[in-house]
């Protein structure tokens, strides 16, 4: 089995290498009370994938009858290392000029060699 895991290894590091992209990466302000003033200090540059995962469940209505519903979930694939540690909820990933909070950081099958984070929109009220 450990083989196997090496070689799940080698591939996801060969791909990272081959289609990732620097993301910079920001962590807030915060104040004395521990809440974020708005702004941001360069956190580190880390290079990964950008892809996203598809979610379906069976919503409830009224009537007998369910409806599908599916929710769209935005990650970042990386390898572990000094850079990737340092990140954690909260902070700020700029992804095609949109910034994108830090929800969720997992690591892949607990095997200490990469991170699936896990992002989500800042939505500040401005209609694209």
């Known amino acids: 089995m450990i083989l196997y895991e090496r070689f799940e290894a080698a591939k996801i590091k060969r791909f990272v290498q081959r289609y990732g992209k620097p993301y910079d990466v920001k962590t807030p302000y915060l104040n004395t009370f521990g809440e974020p003033t708005g702004l941001f200090s360069d956190l580190c540059t ?21 409806d599908h519903a599916g929710n769209v979930e ?27 909070k830090v929800t969720r950081i997992k690591d ?21």
Do not use: P, W
């Not at 880390?46 to 369910?66: C, L, M, N, P, R």
């Not at 607990?110 to 929109?121: K, M, V």
């Open 108 to 128: 892949i099958n607990n095997s200490g060699f990469a991170y699936d984070i896990s992002l989500e929109l800042i939505d500040n009220g401005i209609q694209a």
């Open 46 to 66: 880390i290079k990964g994938v950008y892809h996203e995962a598809t979610y379906k469940y069976i919503k409830e209505t009224i009537s007998d009858a369910g």
């Open 74 to 100: 935005s990650m970042i694939l990386c390898l572990k290392n000094s850079e990737s540690d340092k990140i954690k909820s909260d902070d700020v990933i700029n992804v095609n000029g949109r910034n994108m």
